[in-house]
């Protein structure tokens, strides 16, 4: 008879116990925001699984890197509130952050900044 596929979750939770071994060489520190990234795997675990990879990790990867991106949206997102909320606009502030309106932004070439 053939081999029974496990299921992407099964898959996920072997591929995260084989990193283990990476965890116990990082500072107690770099532990947490380890399990924190591990963290994202299991839960884009599902949307993962619809990815028809014959490499494990790339899944694993593609979850990780979604999760940062998403963390990264969202601090933008507070930082633009937060900046609404208690520059004035009138004023403003002379920063590349604030004239550009995003971190990405912020760091292309001066070149293109919009004139005042």
């Known amino acids: 008879m053939g081999r029974t596929i496990p299921s992407w979750r099964i898959v996920v ?19 947490v925001v380890f399990d924190d990234l591990l963290a994202q795997c299991r839960r884009y675990a599902s949307a993962a699984g619809v990815l028809a990879s014959p490499v494990r990790e790339v899944p694993l990867l593609l979850s990780m890197i979604f999760a940062q991106h998403r963390k990264l949206a969202e601090l933008e997102k507070r930082m633009k509130e937060t900046r609404e909320s208690t520059w004035d606009a009138g004023s403003g502030c002379p920063s590349r952050l604030h004239r550009r309106g995003s971190i990405m932004e912020a760091y292309r070439p001066t070149a293109d900044l919009p004139s005042d």
């Open 13 to 31: 939770e072997e591929e995260l116990a084989r990193m283990a071994r990476f965890k116990q060489f990082l500072r107690v520190e770099d532990r």
